[in-house]
């Protein structure tokens, strides 16, 4: 009997040992990236790095973290970031946010509010940190822009799976619930009152090929870019405007996309509109894609829904060989 306490004594022990060493370990490259960011140039300024959680758990607070990236005028600011593991499986990370938080950007300044912002992420034992899976979980988000725009989420799901069939290439699906822009947002954007207060539908499906892995270098230097989307279904529904696309797209280094999409919209003139009013759609460009919609419709003999594939080449959408206006750039800053 003795023995089998002296035992468990020396095992409790060494493994304090091990708890305290790696608790301080972690505690210390935290500490060090950050400073590291700071060195770089960016801003980077947090009050201290605390760790807890002993014996089953690695749980280090970031105290009052404040992040500025001056290449993409990006900054983030919130009262703490955690991130936990157990200390058993110390590369399967929690990271969990604040109730509050402040991201600016070049353009403008977004308070968050949430009551519960988790991302459980997978990482590889190796020194990039290589993402092998992550899940985002959202509830009761608000988020409020200086530009006077707001919206709110219920749930937000997603996921993102690295896959083994090739290089850098993702399975990517996130699933709203509830997403409701704010009042003034919708009287703004609404005025034929076609809109309900919330989306009924809104979800992304898609595998999306990256010319770098998602790793710890995409904070630290430049986010990985697309270089090809097999877009499953992108699909949105809010009262009487319904939108679909699927398709497959080959994306260069500069952003420009090459490739075919089907498209199905209900009611896409207000589409239009929104678009416009959002500054998504630069006004300039209103006749066109209005022209072009006309177009659209009419193939189908019904003039309030469009149903065709679009093609994208050399920065312009077109149906057959008819161009219809510029294409977006897929860019990630």
Not at 178 to 206: H, K, N, Y
Not at 284 to 296: H, I, K, P, V, Y
Request: charged fraction near 25%; avoid cysteine.
């Amino acid at each position: 009997m003795r023995k089998v306490l002296w035992l468990l004594l020396i095992a409790a022990a060494l493994y304090s040992g091990y708890w305290f060493v790696a608790a301080t370990g972690s505690e210390r490259a935290i500490a060090a990236w950050l400073d590291g960011r700071e060195a770089a140039g960016w801003q980077a300024e947090y009050e201290g790095v605390e760790t807890g959680g002993y014996p089953l758990r690695f749980e280090r607070v970031i105290i009052a973290p404040q992040l500025a990236d001056p290449r993409t005028g990006v900054a983030y600011r919130a009262p703490f970031v955690e991130i936990s593991s157990a200390s058993y499986a110390p590369t399967a990370l929690t990271t969990t946010f604040a109730s509050e938080a402040t991201l600016s950007t070049p353009l403008q300044k977004i308070e968050i509010t949430q009551d519960e912002a988790t991302a459980d992420l997978f990482v590889e034992a190796d020194s990039a940190l290589t993402l092998e899976r992550a899940a985002v979980t959202l509830r009761d988000l608000s988020l409020t822009s200086s530009l006077d725009w707001g919206l709110s989420v219920a749930d937000l799901h997603g996921a993102l799976v690295r896959r083994a069939d090739g290089e850098n290439l993702y399975d990517i699906n996130a699933h709203f619930t509830d997403l409701a822009p704010s009042d003034g947002l919708i009287a703004a954007l609404d005025a034929d009152g076609l809109l309900s207060d919330r989306f009924e539908q809104l979800e992304f499906v898609a595998r999306v090929a990256f010319d770098t892995p998602w790793d710890i270098t995409a904070l630290e230097h430049r986010r990985p870019q697309p270089t090809r989307i097999e877009l499953e279904n992108l699909a949105a529904r809010w009262g009487k405007l319904d939108l679909q696309i699927a398709g497959n797209l080959d994306i260069d280094a500069r952003g420009v996309a090459t490739g075919r999409v089907a498209v199905k919209a209900r009611n896409w003139r207000e589409m239009v509109e929104i678009a416009v009013a959002t500054g998504a759609l630069p006004a300039d460009l209103e006749s066109l894609t209005l022209r072009a919609g006309q177009m659209l419709a009419g193939l189908k003999g019904n003039a309030d829904t469009i149903d065709a594939e679009l093609t994208l080449s050399d920065g312009m959408i077109s149906l057959g060989f008819i161009p219809i206006g510029p294409a977006p750039r897929f860019i990630i800053r």
